[in-house]
């Protein structure tokens, strides 16, 4: 049941993640016009993303334009794109295989390879939040260096907007999903090693004690001998001869051992 419930936790979280990597991915918001010195009466503000630049008037009006030509980027953002495409693609390719490898499904039911699968889409998600985070610190740090270097001009300076702030979270959720995942895995693999060390171990039965019998030490005793002591016990040993020996592993009757001094084995008792 634990284990149920961990895989479920790692799952949501990494379809969160997922989720938030989208929103940044599309989102124009990287990049925020810096409202200082000289710029802070300005009619227009700029917005810039991965795929568009937007601009917004003061009198309300909000206009965004695709980028025409992909190789007249800058590298940064070139780079930037394929990682948050790649960070997608994992998130999902992770998402499908964590759902197959998970116990509350019955794909695979029974197989050792079933907890395996779900360690690869935590692994899956780990490197989609490793793809996601390095293009938001990448772009971050160029923001930041840009803001306080002396040689840039005002108008030409950018905050950091609420798309990187989404990007951060979403890697962070995806990196913790993916660990949750791995640890389920991790976990059920020990207790499947565990069990089929318990099956492979050699059965050895215990001794079998049973109170059935008396714990006093068996006694030979001479039929013909017992009834001349005791004369009640001739019909029952008639038509035996002194030679049948029987193994009594029962106490003999009180009358019998009072009345007799063969209560062991005695050679008088043959002759």
């Known amino acids: 049941m634990f284990s149920i419930f961990t895989e479920l936790i790692g799952l949501c979280l990494g379809i969160v993640g997922m ?45 965004c334009e695709t980028y025409k030509s992909l190789l007249a980027l800058p590298p940064d953002l070139q780079a930037a794109r394929g990682m948050m495409v790649v960070s997608m693609v994992l998130s999902l390719a992770g998402c499908v295989i964590a759902i197959v490898g998970m116990k509350c499904t019955v794909l695979m039911q029974g197989t050792d390879a079933k907890s395996r699968l779900a360690g690869t889409g935590g692994f899956c998600f780990i490197a989609a939040g490793f793809f996601c985070i390095i293009p938001i610190s990448w772009t971050t740090n160029e923001i930041i260096r840009m803001f306080y270097s002396p040689v840039v001009p005002s108008s030409f300076k950018y905050e950091i907007g609420a798309a990187l702030y989404l990007g ?57 001998a017992l009834s001349a002591v005791n004369p009640a016990s001739n019909n029952r040993h008639d038509g035996r001869s002194a030679k049948g020996q029987i193994l009594d592993l029962r106490s003999p009757s009180p009358s019998s051992a009072r009345g007799s001094s063969y209560s062991g084995y005695d050679l008088n008792g043959f002759v």
């Open 19 to 63: 989720l938030l990597t989208l929103v940044a991915t599309i989102l124009p918001h990287w990049r925020i016009t810096a409202y200082i010195g000289s710029n802070i009466i300005t009619a227009v503000g700029y917005l810039k993303g991965l795929w568009m630049e937007c601009a917004y008037y003061s009198t309300g009006t909000f206009q």
């Open 168 to 224: 951060m979270a979403s890697a962070l959720l995806s990196i913790f999903g993916g660990a949750v995942l791995c640890f389920s895995c991790c976990r059920n693999e020990g207790e499947s090693a565990r069990y089929r060390g318990h099956r492979s171990r050699p059965f050895h039965p215990r001794p079998y004690h049973s109170n059935a019998y008396p714990s006093h030490p068996m006694t030979f005793q001479n039929p013909a």
